[in-house]
Structures are given as C-alpha cells and as structure tokens.
C-alpha cells in the first residue's frame, strides 16, 4: 500500500472549520483513501473513505484531488469533541485479509 | 450499525498469570479480525490477523505462544495474553472487517482493552 504523509499536529479554533491535509503520491489506481480518527484511550473510529471523487458524510468532507496525490479531510464546524489523532490511509479494496496500516496521524486539537 | 466491542476494557493482573480478551462483531459478520496494541504516545502495530476457523497470521517479533488468537465464529475472536509480564502492559485493540455489503472492506474497532500486569 502507498504511503502517506500527514502534518505532525494542527490547532483549529472551536467552531471553524479543521482542514487536515495528507499527501499520498505513490497511491494506485486501485487504493481508497481512508481516513479514522482516534480520541484518547479510545479505539479508531472510521470516518469517511474515497476513491477520486469527493465525499461527504454526517462527520466530515474528503477532498481529493484530480491527481489523487493527495486530499484533505474536512471537519466543518470543529468541536473540543474533535480533538483527536487523525490517520490517513491507503489501501487496495478487495486486497484480502491486508488490514490497515496506522502511521503516525496528525494531532488535531481544537481550541476554545 | 458496524459496531464492535471489546471485553474487559481494562484488566490489571499479576505478573506470570494469563488473560483473555474477547472482540465480538455486534451487527455484522466479520470474516477477518486484527489485533493491534499501542504502547503510550505511539501509534496502532498489527499484532496478528485471524481467520475465522483457521490459525492467526502473527507478524514479525509477536510471539504465538504467549498470544494465543483463536477465531470461532463470523462475530467472535479472542486473544489470550500468557504468562504476561510488566512489559506486556498496553493497550489492545481489535478490529473486524466485514464480510459483505455496504461496510465491504472497512475495518471497524474496538474501544479497546487497557492490560496492566504487575
């Protein structure tokens, strides 16, 4: 699966919108991006993946871009609830038993 | 819908004792589950991956014997932390994958489980 690469940490003022970018050049046409956060002592939780086009769901919006070298996940109205360790993953749909493979994620805290 | 749970979500035991976490599926069958632990401040590292009805897949550096993954059933796997030792203490999470439909190919977690031998 291709790597990818996220900022280390980001702040993000409560009420606005939390832009989390994540750069994955090397991506096949094949893999998804997906995107879990994980609260502290807290399992991952999923929130959204995507192919090419762009996607929104009740948590959030991923943007990707025409290249698919690289997308942001968007929180649009961030809450202290959002504060949270944020991964961007790639991965091959229908790759089998490959389970996901966790990097270091972006530290997202929302400020009051 | 996709939920999965854990149990206990923490266990505090002596050293040389051995303890038993459960992951069910609650609303889906899941073909394939994965164990991951977390030691504090780093990220998620894949244990193993089970099967259900055959035997776990460990990666390098995780022992089989002293973690012990069995997988009876599309909704249960349990891992069985032996003869645990301070530093076995971490936080264990599992993650099922879906066998079909809407929620193909996503993996789901667990809240997880806290383990602290003493």
């Known amino acids: 699966d291709a790597k990818t690469t996220q900022p280390t940490s980001m702040d993000c003022a409560e009420g606005r919108a939390a832009n989390l970018p994540c750069n994955h050049s090397t991506i096949s046409g094949n893999e998804y991006v997906y995107w879990y956060r994980q609260i502290h002592s807290q399992g991952p939780q999923y929130i959204i993946h995507g192919l090419k086009n762009n996607e929104t769901n009740e948590m959030a919006s991923l943007i990707i871009t025409e290249d698919r070298k690289s997308s942001t996940l968007i929180l649009p109205h961030a809450t202290l609830r959002d504060t949270a360790v944020y991964y961007c993953i790639v991965r091959a749909v229908n790759s089998g038993n490959t389970p996901l493979v966790f990097g270091k994620g972006t530290r997202l805290s929302v400020i009051a | 819908g996709a939920v999965v749970s854990q149990h206990p979500s923490w266990v505090i035991c002596k050293s040389g004792t051995s303890v038993k976490i459960e992951c069910r599926s609650l609303?889906?069958?899941?073909?394939?589950m994965f164990w991951y632990r977390q030691f504090p401040k780093q990220s998620l590292m894949l244990m193993a991956t089970?099967?259900?009805?055959?035997?776990?897949?460990?990666e390098q550096g995780v022992e089989k014997d002293k973690f012990l993954i069995n997988h009876a059933s599309l909704t249960l796997s349990t891992l069985t932390v032996t003869s645990a030792h301070p530093e076995d203490s971490s936080f264990y999470i599992c993650?099922?994958?879906?066998?079909?439909?809407?929620?193909?190919?996503?993996?789901?977690f667990g809240p997880g489980t806290r383990l602290t031998v003493l």
């Open positions: 089970s099967n259900e009805g055959s035997k776990a897949t460990y």
């Open positions: 609303d889906f069958q899941a073909t394939t």
């Open positions: 993650s099922a994958r879906s066998l079909a439909g809407a929620l193909t190919d996503t993996q789901y």
